[in-house]
């Protein structure tokens, strides 16, 4: 069973830096894959960055490239997006999944069976 649990988001100015953390309750953390998505108000649900299971493969879209950093730490059950030099439009609910399968970009939700409640991140400019 995955349960997955997000922390970290709040509300920042532009060029600050957040880490969110994805943390599962279950004991096979390290046989999915994960990834972040984000939702901003009246858009569809988007693919922002994906890890393998071992960490050693990752994935970003376009736009957070060079910014954010997805890495995990199977010992604690944990995945984390470091995001730097945020700006307004990162402003969204980000949420965490999983999958068994390592889904390669372009992802969309429909392709991730595990999602966490998600949790708000405002940049103001």
């Known amino acids: 069973q995955v349960q997955l649990v997000e922390s970290g988001g709040g509300l920042v100015q532009t060029g600050d830096s957040l880490r969110l953390s994805c943390t599962d309750s279950?004991?096979?953390?390290?046989?999915?894959?994960s990834a972040w998505f984000r939702q901003a108000p009246g858009k569809e649900r988007e693919f922002v960055a994906i890890?393998?299971?071992?960490?050693?493969?990752?994935y970003y879209t376009d736009s957070v490239k060079g910014r954010f950093t997805v890495s995990r730490d199977n010992a604690k059950n944990t995945v984390y997006l470091q995001m730097n030099s945020l700006k307004p439009e990162d402003t969204a609910v980000y949420y965490c999944?999983?999958?068994?399968?390592?889904?390669?970009?372009?992802?969309?939700?429909?392709?991730?069976?595990?999602w966490g409640q998600g949790t708000q991140v405002t940049v103001s400019s």
């Open positions: 999944a999983a999958d068994v399968t390592l889904v390669r970009p372009p992802s969309s939700p429909d392709e991730w069976d595990y």
């Open positions: 279950g004991r096979t953390f390290s046989s999915y894959a």
């Open positions: 890890i393998s299971r071992l960490g050693s493969t990752t």
